[in-house]
């Protein structure tokens, strides 16, 4: 999710839901609902109550992920927006001029402020006296009574605040466009020589597409190959694109 299947920005309706955070116009698309509300009710639990978590969940951690991008490109100089559509959001700004570091701390940003609401939230948990095994990533932190034990809503809503945060940050940097970590890949391979940068950042995001969809296929991650394998056909594409002469 996060920036990741948006191809651009989706147009206005009459349902949008508006409102500000810290001065920044935010949007709400009535598809983010709808989108994000089917991914919970493909979830291993699906009621009403675990649904609404979930996607209380994933409004709180997509809106401070893309405050995280919007916060700094408003630093440099640049209003930014922001808006949710389908299980993603994007932070748009007009940049008067980017520069390597600009685009860097930029895309950093989003998955940085992810971790940081990631880690109030574990702080929390391991000051409660549970121990947690990190959703998705499979690594325990803290001793005592493990959280999930229980199960009621509010170790539900914990585990999905901690597995957007952290599982899907980490998968936001990889290196493959048009997630943050491709962004950042992009503007370091493009800072001496823009036109070869391009193409070595395409080349770069099939390469890691193709080998992140194999290894999620071996894990059973079906959605995750899904997602890796399109990131690549569209990679793949734009370097055939580039290609072509004329
Ligand atoms: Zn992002």
Do not use: C
């Not at 922001?82 to 520069?99: D, E, F, H, K, N």
């Not at 690594?139 to 585990?159: A, C, N, Q, S």
């Not at 990131?231 to 793949?236: A, D, E, K, S």
């Amino acid at each position: 999710m996060v920036d990741v299947l948006l191809a651009s920005e989706p147009n206005a309706s009459k349902y949008d839901l508006h409102f500000t955070v810290a001065k920044i116009p935010v949007r709400i698309h009535p598809m983010f609902w709808l989108v994000t509300g089917i991914f919970g009710l493909l979830g291993g639990r699906p009621s009403l109550v675990t649904v609404a978590l979930w996607i209380a969940a994933v409004l709180a951690s997509i809106l401070v992920h893309e405050l995280g991008h919007a916060l700094v490109a408003r630093a440099y100089g640049w209003p930014p927006k922001i808006t949710l559509y389908g299980m993603g959001g994007v932070a748009s700004y007009r940049p008067t001029r980017q520069t390597t570091q600009s685009q860097v701390l930029i895309a950093f940003a989003g998955p940085g402020a992810g971790f940081v609401l990631g880690a109030v939230v574990l702080a929390a948990v391991l000051l409660s006296g549970h121990a947690v095994i990190l959703p998705g990533l499979g690594i325990p932190i803290g001793d005592g009574p493990p959280l999930m034990l229980g199960g009621g809503r509010l170790e539900l809503f914990v585990t999905y605040l901690l597995w957007v945060n952290f599982f899907w940050g980490l998968i936001n940097l990889a290196p493959i466009q048009p997630l943050d970590g491709g962004t950042i890949v992009s503007a370091l391979l493009s800072r001496k020589d823009p036109s070869t940068g391009l193409v070595r950042s395409l080349k770069l995001s099939v390469g890691i597409a193709a080998t992140l969809a194999v290894a999620s296929l071996t894990q059973g991650y079906v959605f995750l190959v899904i997602m890796f394998a399109m990131l690549g056909f569209n990679n793949w594409q734009l370097l055939s694109q580039l290609r072509q002469p004329g």
